[in-house]
C-alpha cells in the first residue's frame, strides 16, 4: 500500500498536462480574441472621449470668438462712419477758417491749429480710415 502512495504521491507533484479537444482550443482562442478586441475597444473608448472634449471646448472657443468679431465689425463700422464724418466736418471747419481769414487779409496756412487740423484731415484720418476699411474686411472673412 505505501508503494501505490508513494506513486499516487510522485504522479500528483508533477506538473499536469491535459490535451484539449480542438473545440476547446479554439473557444480559449476567441475569447483571447474577444478580450483583445473589448481591450481596444475600451482604449478607443477613452480616447474618443479626450478627443470629444477637446473638439467641444475648440467650438466653444470658436463660438466665442466669432461673437467678439462681430462686436468689433460692429465697433469698427461705427468708427469708420465717425471718421468720415469728422474728416467732412475737419474740412468745412477748414474751408470756413481759410474764408475767414481770407476776409481779414490774413493767410490761413500761418495758423499753428490750421496747419494740425490740415494734417489730420488730409493725412492721419485717411490713414486710420484706409487701416480701417481693411481690417473690416478681414473681420469680415473671418465672421462667415
Known amino acids: 500500500m505505501k508503494r501505490v502512495e508513494s506513486i499516487w504521491a510522485e504522479l500528483s507533484a508533477k506538473s499536469q498536462e491535459v490535451e484539449l ?9 476567441s475569447i483571447a480574441e474577444i ?9 478607443l473608448n ?12 475648440n467650438i466653444e472657443a470658436v463660438a466665442r470668438a466669432k461673437e467678439d468679431i462681430r462686436d468689433s465689425i ?10 468720415s464724418k469728422f474728416m467732412k466736418d475737419g474740412k468745412a471747419a477748414l474751408s470756413s477758417f481759410k474764408k475767414m481769414a481770407k ?10 491749429e ?26 469680415k472673412s473671418y465672421a462667415k
Open 46 to 57: 477613452g480616447s474618443s472621449n479626450n478627443s470629444l472634449g477637446r473638439a467641444q471646448k
Open 21 to 29: 479537444s480542438e473545440e476547446q482550443k479554439v473557444e480559449l482562442s
Open 103 to 112: 476776409e481779414l487779409g490774413l493767410d490761413a496756412t500761418s495758423s499753428k
Open 114 to 139: 490750421y496747419k494740425e487740423l490740415e494734417i489730420t484731415v488730409t493725412n492721419d484720418m485717411v490713414d486710420v480710415l484706409n487701416d480701417s476699411k481693411e481690417t473690416l474686411k478681414e473681420l
Open 35 to 43: 478580450k483583445q478586441v473589448q481591450g481596444k475597444m475600451n482604449n
Open 74 to 83: 460692429r465697433d469698427m463700422e461705427q468708427d469708420i462712419a465717425d471718421a
